[in-house]
């Protein structure tokens, strides 16, 4: 396992997450002392344990491919903080 | 007082007419009205709304219709989506959102006839102990209002300690609903994972997660989960299993029944009086006719550490959908970008961020393998102990909590202390095996509510229920109410 340092602020910005300078210094510190408390996992021996991602493994749930109603136009829009004919409004993306 | 009734007592009361839906709903809203003040179980609520529900399950009980729930009044925690409602996960980014349609569970309780309302405080995005995490405010816990009801679902639990409603739901990702019914005194049940549809449950940690009731009585949480439980089209990880009459398993019988006692769960930081309670539970099984069994669940110690590395992880996926882009309280930016990192900033507090952190980093580039994979093949030995224990036994008996509700305030400042106090929840979540608490004593002075955690084989909820339902009427301890 990897050492017990996380380099906050490079974190943060891959979660897309503003903190302040206080928040970095102060995750920084928790997340030393919560990673310090995860390093006890090495003492396992894992080789040749499959991983679990589900605890009920079930695989290719599918359905018909068939049109059904789903969540109407005017409903997915009602929450968006800024919408415009019938779309969300985000900054401009490419120039 | 309507509002103290069980399920199964104000659905014979309905049945027979001897009282309305509305004076039963009117009764809770009362209590809301009395000791809400000091609990704050509800974020908000909707009284006209309840009433009006409430009329319109009388018309259908004068016009001789019968259903499980039909009168009911039943709150909910504020990370279902019920349409019409406000949805906020107890947390500040979501803003006036509004839910555009109800998650299966509520069609289903409407379904069945229930009173469906409020909003119950919690966690925010059900993560912590203790409801001090949220945006709104503390929930105080009933028995004693300078302790902390349990969490993430302390809302859900003080609003039927507090007679606040008849029932309620939350949902349990590493103790959410048994550590708070533990701490404060009802009955809390996770079903096992893939029983109950998480359609419409904002997602915290996928692989984990499981909705579930609380209740005063053992009876009901029988009920819930018979109208709760069965697959869903809209949720891809519910399980196709026959949904048995649950309450016909409540027969009283528990003889010859093996019920198992891991030894690594009497040890270390377990409250003397909580031991006690246990100790005495054990043998209150033995003079019912079980039989108890030592078994061992080895890796028990490594529960925690595996728990914050997987269900941070998820959370960090999972909550990249809290952008400001189709809902959330937007902080506008200069590009995309900006805008993500401004809003979430601003709308997400700080449990929240430290788990968004920590969940981002164990799964980000050099980082995966030694973190997120390690801790998923950890993960398989932990169920491997709960498969191989079963094996012995028919139900796994333990503390719910290793101590009784503990100051607002005392934990809040160390995260990995508040994470600690989850140790005998988390394994079954991870296990995605079905887990009980109900009451089983008291502390002395001050007098709080002790928890008994029975866990139960995935999809053995009738024998988890048999045997929780057999204690529970050999023993007091759910008829005490807090003295509010």
Redesign the interface.
């Known amino acids: ?2 050492s017990a340092e ?1 380099d ?1 602020k490079y ?10 300078p206080d ?1 970095e210094k102060q ?1 920084g510190a ?2 030393g ?3 310090g ?2 390093e ?2 090495r003492e ?1 021996d ?1 080789t040749n ?8 493994p ?1 695989v290719n ?1 599918t ?1 018909a491919d068939e049109i059904r109603p789903s ?1 109407a136009h005017e ?2 829009l ?5 919408q415009s004919n019938g779309l ?1 409004i ?4 490419v120039e | 007082m309507l509002n103290q009734l069980t399920i199964s007592e104000l659905t014979a009361k309905l049945a027979k007419r001897e009282v309305s839906a509305r004076e039963a709903t009117q009764a809770c809203l009362d209590q809301i009205q009395r000791v809400d003040g000091q609990i704050h179980a509800f974020i908000s609520h909707d009284a006209a709304d309840a009433l009006a529900q409430a009329d319109a399950a009388d018309k259908l009980i004068s016009s001789g219709a019968k259903n499980r729930l039909l009168g009911v009044p039943i709150a909910v925690k504020d990370v279902l989506a019920v349409k019409g409602q406000p949805l906020n996960c107890a947390s500040k980014i979501l ?4 839910s ?2 109800d998650a299966t569970v509520i069609e289903k309780l409407k379904a069945a006839g229930a009173i469906v309302f409020g909003r119950l405080n919690m966690d925010e995005f059900a993560m912590g102990s203790s409801t001090e995490n949220s945006a709104f405010g503390l929930t105080r816990n009933p028995w004693d209002t300078t302790r902390i009801p349990g969490g993430s679902s302390g809302g859900s639990a003080a609003a039927v300690a507090a007679d606040e409603c008849i029932a309620s739901l939350g949902s349990d990702t590493g103790g959410s609903i048994r550590q708070p019914a533990a701490l404060c005194g009802c009955v809390g049940l996770k079903p ?3 029983r109950v549809s998480r359609y419409g449950l904002v997602a915290f940690a996928s ?1 984990l997660d499981q909705i579930g009731p609380f209740t005063k009585d053992v009876r009901d949480a029988a009920t819930l989960l018979g109208v709760l439980s069965g697959v869903d ?1 809209r949720d ?2 519910s ?1 196709p299993e026959v949904v048995p009459n649950y309450s016909a398993a409540l027969t009283g019988d528990i003889r010859g029944m093996k019920l198992g006692l891991p030894k690594e769960y009497m040890v270390g930081g377990l409250d003397a009086e909580v031991k006690a309670s246990v100790d005495a539970a054990v043998k209150k099984f033995q003079e019912l006719g079980a039989e108890i069994v030592e078994i061992s669940l080895p ?1 028990t ?2 529960a ?3 728990y ?2 997987i269900a941070t992880a998820e959370a ?1 996926a999972n909550l ?1 959908r809290f ?8 902080v ?11 809003t ?3 709308g ?1 507090g ?1 449990e929240v ?2 788990r ?3 969940g ?2 164990v799964l ?1 580039s ?2 995966h393998d ?2 997120y ?9 932990i ?1 491997n102990d709960f498969l191989k224990a079963f094996e012995k036994c028919d139900a796994i008996v333990t503390p719910t909590t290793p101590t009784a509700a503990f100051k607002a305030g005392e934990k809040s400042g160390d ?2 202390q508040m ?1 600690l106090s989850d140790i005998f929840t988390i394994s079954c979540n ?4 079905s887990g009980i608490s109900v009451p089983c004593g008291f502390t002395k002075n001050p007098k709080l509510p002790i928890g008994l955690q029975l866990l139960g084989k ?1 999809f053995g909820e009738e024998s988890l229920l048999k045997i929780a339902h057999a204690y529970e009427q050999a023993t007091p301890w759910h008829q005490e109410k807090a003295g509010l």
């Open positions: 396992m990897a996380i906050v974190v943060a910005h891959l979660a897309r997450l503003a903190l302040t928040e995750l928790q997340l002392n919560i990673l408390y995860i006890k996992l396992l894992v344990v499959e991983p679990t991602a589900h605890a009920v079930m749930i359905r969540l409903d997915a009602r929450n968006a903080p800024r969300f985000v900054p401009k993306i | 803003g006036n959102f509004i555009p349609y096992t994972y893939g692989s089209p891809s990880t399980v890796h110690d490594y925690v550490a595996t914050y590395i960090s990249a952008d400001g882009i189709r809902y959330c309280a937007r506008d930016g200069a590009d995309p970008i900006e805008l993500y990192a401004k979430r900033g601003a997400f700080p961020k430290r968004i952190i920590l981002t980093y980000s050099g980082y030694a973190y994979l390690h801790a998923q093949k950890v993960r398989t030995l169920r995260p990995l994470y991870l296990a995605g095996i995935p």
